[in-house]
């Protein structure tokens, strides 16, 4: 007779093998994603939060990256309120907020030491405080994102408080980000002008018309203030555009995965359209390796952008599309070159290997240095977070096998991206008898205040120096690790 597990031992006798299965599986996965729920992420937040608003008390600048050497090594360097990863940071708090309000148990701080009222308390002010500048960005009509600028901190603003003014700031991002949209090509302009590369200078916008992978990850603002405000000219936008860069960015790749019947798609950077015709001009990269390589953040764009479609619309077009990109960008982090698999451990059973599921910034770029690969953490998380869509959107259609399939995806990518990339730097929040509470640093080497290090905003060779930043923690990185644990969260996986 075989023994039981000890979480057999714990279930009651009517519960099926089914069952049992799934709760086994559950228990397994919040063992080995256990990181997610120390106080850990929370703590960093915190006191990034308090730290970086001592002499910025109305926030105009905003944490970007983290360098992991040179003179500013383990702070966070930061950038004007008007770049695009301004909203990020914000989104940190709030996530970290819901994590606290919603699912209490998981947020590390249970240990009796701390009230986790006053968690919350703190959480919610410097949340206001970081986000509350950023709502004067929604009026603006010369970026196409706003969906990353105001989404991360006004949507918890609006589902957790009820907070009328984060709505309307939503509905009028939207309405800027529309007005955007050109019918002759069908699609939201994204760039300007791209002049930030050695041999580029694109600066006419009545030749050009700029549109980059990444946008579709903004779809979601234009979705989402259709939902809540009754417009459904935002979402018709939203859909127009999915579908023509459906057409213009979605390369068919020839390859195959194993359990997949579908295409598999890679996608290029950035297309140019004349703006006259809508017919396309040229096809180019700005961050990744070459116009004709696959950027692996781009990629992941994609996914995330794509999923996002099909869940709002239902369009099974745009379901396809993120399933066929997410398999390619899996088959290349399955046959990457040996040398993205590091040895972390070594015990008993042998060396303990990570990596492999932490993509090369550039699926196609040369590797530079074969014992530390050039990755960005960034891009397996943004994949990861569009495969949990897939996941429920799977579920929903009654599809378990590939709901399934997506979901261990994101599963294996977070539990190699926290084995490889997690700062031994930790912070952890503490009771003392002076103050409520601190934040304490600990852990090997000095403060290092990102949650995760390995990121690349950008590599291309013909990038302007003060663009080409790499190997670094990113607060974007953070920032869809922590909406990832919100949605595993939600789901009961972890």
Request: with cysteine; charged share 20%.
């Amino acid at each position: 007779m075989r023994s039981s597990s000890p979480v057999e031992q714990s279930l009651p006798y009517n519960v099926s093998p089914d069952a049992e299965k799934i709760i086994s599986e559950q228990s397994s996965w919040s063992f080995r994603l256990s990181e997610l729920y120390s106080d850990n992420l929370i703590a960093k937040v915190l006191r990034t939060a308090a730290v970086y608003l001592e002499n910025n008390e109305i926030p105009s600048q905003y944490p970007e990256i983290v360098p992991q050497t040179g003179i500013n090594q383990g702070k966070w360097e930061s950038q004007e309120i008007d770049f695009w990863t301004s909203g990020f940071f914000p989104g940190c708090i709030y996530s970290a907020l819901e994590t606290c309000i919603r699912h209490p148990g998981k947020s590390g701080l249970h240990h009796g030491a701390i009230d986790p009222q006053l968690i919350i308390r703190e959480l919610a002010e410097s949340g206001r405080r970081w986000s509350d500048p950023l709502k004067g960005q929604a009026l603006r009509t010369d970026t196409h994102d706003l969906g990353f600028v105001i989404l991360p901190s006004m949507r918890p603003r609006w589902e957790l408080f009820h907070d009328q003014d984060a709505l309307k700031t939503i509905i009028q991002a939207a309405n800027s980000l529309a007005s955007r949209f050109d019918d002759r090509v069908s699609a939201v302009r994204s760039w300007d002008t791209f002049d930030w590369h050695d041999n580029v200078k694109i600066t006419s916008q009545e030749e050009n018309y700029l549109v980059i992978i990444d946008s579709m990850a903004n779809m979601e603002l234009l979705f989402y203030a259709a939902a809540q405000s009754g417009d459904v000219r935002l979402a018709n936008i939203a859909v127009a555009h999915s579908r023509t860069l459906m057409s213009s960015h979605l390369r068919k790749e020839t390859c195959v995965r194993k359990g997949y019947q579908g295409v598999l798609y890679s996608t290029p950077h950035l297309v140019n359209f004349d703006p006259r015709t809508g017919l396309i001009k040229e096809i180019r990269t700005a961050q990744g390796y070459s116009d004709s390589s696959t950027w692996s953040r781009g990629q992941s764009w994609g996914i995330l952008g794509y999923a996002q479609a099909y869940q709002w619309s239902g369009h099974g077009e745009f379901l396809e599309a993120a399933c066929g990109l997410a398999e390619y960008f899996l088959l290349k982090l399955e046959t990457a070159p040996d040398c993205v698999d590091k040895v972390i451990t070594s015990g008993s059973t042998g060396p303990r290997k990570s990596g492999r599921y932490v993509p090369l910034w550039d699926f196609d770029a040369p590797i530079e240095d074969f014992e530390d690969p050039l990755r960005d953490v960034s891009a397996g998380l943004i994949a990861a977070n569009g495969m949990v869509i897939l996941a429920q959107c799977f579920t929903a259609l009654g599809d378990h096998r590939r709901s399934a399939r997506y979901l261990d995806a994101a599963l294996i990518i977070v539990e190699d991206t926290l084995n490889f990339a997690l700062a031994r730097e930790k912070a952890h929040v503490v009771h003392t008898d002076v103050e409520p509470f601190k934040i304490n640093i600990s852990g090997v080497g000095e403060r290092f205040d990102a949650i995760l290090k390995h990121s690349t905003v950008c590599y291309n060779a013909f990038s302007f120096r003060k663009n080409k930043a790499h190997d670094h923690g990113l607060v974007y990185a953070d920032y869809y690790l922590l909406t990832l644990k919100d949605r595993l969260l939600q789901m009961g996986i972890i």
